[in-house]
């Protein structure tokens, strides 16, 4: 079997491509397993936040100072240090998306007034949530549906989703698996 010129460099054009793809992939989840970053737009008050959260095995406690402001109570000026737990679980939400959009935030830590006073204005609003521990956030995702967001945090079988079409966003927590 005689091969051309050209059948042999196609031969190790696929071939090559077959070793070079994986490294690739292989190479971006080094990366990604030695920094976690995550982008914020809160709605409520227009600030936004790029942050590398954690890096070489460790959360960075600036950033994490930095994240905790972003997603404090803006009614009552509260911040409280939000879980990493909660940030972690983010990164894998945006990884399942595939996307590097931020995620837009609806409530993040809410103080005990915050948390009554909504609660006695909606339903939805529970009287212990996890938003006062900084264990829940309420998001949406730019270019992705609602039914997508909440398909990628079900997927990863950690604390609870919350569906919410009607108010536009998925809440995400850190509590018991669960959901509604």
Known sequence: MEISRRGFLRIGAIAAAQLVVPAVAMARTAVQLRRRSLKFYALHTGES????????????PGELDRVNYLLRDFRANEVKPIDPALLDLLTRIQS???????????SGYRSPVTNAMLHANSEGVAVHSLHLEGKAIDISVPGRSLEQLRGAALAQQVGGVGY?????????????VRFW
């Open 164 to 176: 919410y079409p009607r108010s536009g966003f998925v809440h995400v927590d850190t509590g018991r």
């Open 96 to 106: 399942r998306l595939s996307t590097a959009e931020p995620f837009q935030v609806i």
């Open 49 to 60: 936040l790029t942050t590398t959260y954690w890096e070489n095995g460790r959360y960075i």
